[in-house]
Nanobody
Framework: QVQLVESGGGLVQAGGSLGLSCAAS????????MGWFRQAPGKERDFVAAISARGGTTYYADSVKGRFTVSRDIAKNTVYLQMNSLKPEDTAVYYC?????????????????WGQGTQVTVSS
């Protein structure tokens, strides 16, 4: 089993930055694709970004491309999401997820393990 714990959420003004972390435990996730999703109030959970097992390939939702950066530290079993130029519409609960396959999926149903989420609020 894999346990994922997100941290780093909070309140920030529009135009500001936040960095999220997702620490994995239980087993190494070095061979897993890791993804970030978010869910705003009253909306479905949406894909944000994904990173390949070795970190060489990343994929982003159009809404965050150029502003967010996903990375991973295999030695620390941790994945990161650096968020810059934040907008009020980025306000959501952000979730980290692990996928045992080798493809960068954008659908939440393809991910096997999930964290509990961390709140990000961007004020205008």
């Amino acid at each position: 089993q894999v346990q994922l714990v997100e941290s780093g959420g909070g309140l920030v003004q529009a135009g500001g930055s936040l960095g999220l972390s997702c620490a994995a435990s239980g087993r190494t996730v070095s061979s897993y694709v890791m993804g970030w999703f978010r869910q705003a109030p009253g909306k479905e959970r949406d894909f944000v970004a994904a990173i390949s097992a070795r970190g060489g390939t990343t994929y982003y939702a159009d809404s965050v491309k150029g502003r967010f950066t996903v990375s991973r530290d295999i030695a620390k079993n941790t994945v990161y999401l650096q968020m810059n130029s934040l907008k009020p519409e980025d306000t959501a609960v952000y979730y980290c997820a692990a996928d045992r396959s080798t493809f960068l999926h954008t659908t939440q149903g393809r991910y096997d393990y999930w964290g509990q989420g961390t709140q990000v609020t961007v004020s205008s």
